[in-house]
């Protein structure tokens, strides 16, 4: 089953053109890499996807709502998490939980009973009361992926949801990316780090604005000739007209 659908998307911006005419789709339950140089164009096409932008031209449905009329009941279905914004440092942990199943609107009752297993899940219960920016950063984006999917999104996109975190953390965080493919969400997410895009079922990469590669990751090395998506990545970004990496 699909759960986006992407024909000849494209986003101008005057005369430039950010996003330039891509077309791709995505299954349930997978977790799909979006990968891209730095102005790529991924994170404008990301935000089209959520509905925070209106395309230029072509269309797209993302759980089963078309993204040019009904940016609204998308919103309300996915989950979001960013690396730059994703909770409220100035509220308690449990106050964040309560706050984003307040914005989901998922019933007080459920709420609650959903908050202390949560809890209990992230190994959190002794510091439910404490203010998040006291928080180790491992534990913050950890705790911000939770309440990104607690009310159950059909998909969550995650904007680089690993920056800055140790290896140890980032491959924790990963565990809960597969546990949340498994009950069924999709994941749709963008990172730097070559390595995450190994975990992925499917990878597409960016340049100017086009995808230039979309396959599982062991296709892509076979098709690049290359020992990992490192390789891939570097192959195809010195194709960019800014150079950038």
């Given at each position: 089953m699909k759960v986006i659908e992407v024909e000849n998307l494209t986003k101008r911006f005057g005369s430039f053109t950010a996003v330039d005419n891509i077309s791709f789709s995505v299954e349930r339950g997978e977790i799909f890499g979006f990968?891209?140089?730095?102005?790529?164009?991924?994170?404008?096409a990301m935000k089209m996807l959520c509905g925070l932008l209106r395309p230029s031209g072509g269309r797209g449905i993302v759980s089963g709502f078309d993204i040019n009329r009904e940016s609204e009941k998308?919103?309300?279905?996915?989950?979001?998490?960013?690396q730059k914004f994703a909770l409220y440092e100035d509220l308690k942990v449990?106050?964040?939980?309560?706050?984003?199943?307040g914005i989901y609107g998922v019933p007080e009752k459920e709420a609650t009973e959903r908050s202390h297993t949560l809890l209990e899940e992230l190994g959190l219960e002794k510091e439910r009361n404490s203010l998040v920016k006291s928080l180790p950063l491992?534990?913050?984006?950890?705790?911000?992926?939770?309440?990104?999917i607690f009310h159950?999104?059909?998909?969550?996109?995650?904007?680089e949801p690993t920056g800055g975190v140790d290896p140890v953390t980032r491959r924790q965080f990963w565990e809960m990316i597969y546990k949340a493919?498994?009950?069924?969400?999709?994941?749709?997410?963008?990172?730097?780090?070559m390595d995450e895009a190994e975990y992925c079922n499917r990878v597409s990469i960016m340049v100017d604005g086009r995808i230039d590669a979309l396959s599982?990751?062991?296709?892509?090395?076979?098709?690049f000739e290359a020992e990992s998506m490192d390789e891939v990545f570097r192959k195809l970004a010195r194709k960019s007209k800014n150079g950038e990496l």
């Open positions: 990968l891209g140089a730095n102005g790529a164009g991924k994170t404008t998308i919103k309300a279905s996915i989950g979001y998490m960013s449990w106050e964040n939980i309560r706050l984003y199943a491992g534990w913050r984006q950890k705790l911000a992926f939770s309440v990104s159950k999104p059909t998909i969550v996109f995650l904007d493919a498994a009950s069924g969400i999709t994941v749709f997410v963008t990172t730097h780090y599982s990751p062991a296709s892509l090395k076979k098709e």
